[in-house]
Structure formats: structure tokens, C-alpha cells
């Protein structure tokens, strides 16, 4: 018996390994559910970034649907994206607010005045306090709310032109609509 206890050791490594394979061939690992899918969106009041003094709440965006896309000049992922919220951004149909996460506001409006600014306001959160209520593993990221406050859709990493074709795009026609996914 305890000659054979390595084999057995050996044959579940090979098992999770082959678990693991499998597993990931069957999901996307980029995708990360997100328990706040259908629920309201967290309190929040943040300064804008170009104006410190006049801050923005949820309470201020109830009415309408609008579009939160996490991003940081230090974020080599947001460059790759940024070209896209310019392109497409202006498109969508919903307010684009931009959540400077987690950077040196100089930095922030240095790099929107280099690379151009898509948003229709820029919000800031330094500290990152308030991306942990979002649930925000890093930038970029992106939350599609609804009129009522509630968290339709998030999506992790850049975007790119064709996930706003046949994903963003259709759930802001639905909300539109009034009718929620």
C-alpha cells in the first residue's frame, strides 16, 4: 500500500491538471461573474475631475442609463481601449462617465489632454475607496446602470469594437426600451 501511494498522488495531480485544462477550455477566465449583476449600484459621491469641488452621486445619475468605464493613465490596458471610447463613445446613445481609478489627478487630465477625452464627465477616486463597493479588480473595467440605479452588465478588460457591437450596444437598446436584461 504505501508503495503505491506516490502513483496515487501522481494520478490526482494529473487529474486536477487535467481538470484545469478542461475547465478552462470550456470558460472564458477573463470572464468574472459578478455578484451586483441586477442589483443596485453602491452609493457614491466623487469628485470631478476637472472641477474637485462639485462632486457627482448616484442619486445625481437616477433617470437615465449610463455607462462607467474604469481607467488610469498608469493602465497599459486603457491605452489599448482608449482609441475605441473614441471612436465608439460618442455612439452608444448613453452618458460615458469615466472613473479615474486610483490616480494622481494631474496624471489623469495630462493623459485625457494627450490622448483625448471621450467622456461626457470624468470622475475621481484616488484613494479607491469607492471602486471596492463596484467590486473593480483593476482597470479597465466597465458597468452599463440602468435609469434606476441598477447594475445591468459589467465588463472586464478593454473593450474592443466588436464586444460593443453584440454586447454593449444591444443592452443599451434594450434599456431604451425599458425592457431590462
Known amino acids: 500500500m504505501t508503495r503505491s501511494l506516490p502513483l496515487i498522488g ?70 489599448e481601449e482608449h482609441p475605441v471610447l473614441m471612436a465608439e463613445g460618442r455612439t452608444l446613445g448613453v452618458p460615458l462617465v469615466g472613473y479615474d481609478y486610483k490616480d494622481a489627478p494631474d496624471d489623469a487630465r495630462a493623459w485625457l489632454a494627450r490622448h483625448g477625452n471621450p467622456y461626457d464627465m470624468v470622475v475621481a477616486d484616488q484613494p479607491g475607496r469607492t471602486a471596492i463597493d463596484f467590486g473593480v479588480y483593476g482597470a479597465p473595467e466597465s458597468f452599463l446602470i440602468d435609469a434606476k440605479g441598477v447594475i445591468r452588465y459589467k465588463h472586464i478588460g478593454p473593450f474592443t469594437p466588436e464586444v460593443i457591437e453584440r454586447e454593449l450596444k444591444p443592452l443599451i437598446a434594450q434599456l431604451k426600451r425599458g425592457t431590462a436584461p
Request: hydrophobic content about 50%; some cysteine.
Open 10 to 79: 501522481f494520478l490526482l495531480l494529473v487529474g486536477l491538471f487535467g481538470f484545469g485544462i478542461w475547465w478552462n477550455t470550456r470558460h472564458d477566465p477573463r470572464e468574472v461573474p459578478s455578484p451586483l449583476i441586477g442589483k443596485p449600484a453602491p452609493a457614491f459621491v466623487l469628485p470631478l475631475l476637472e472641477d474637485p469641488a462639485t462632486t457627482v452621486s448616484k442619486a445625481s445619475m437616477l433617470g437615465k442609463p449610463y455607462l462607467v468605464n474604469v481607467f488610469a493613465s498608469w493602465c497599459v490596458a486603457c491605452g
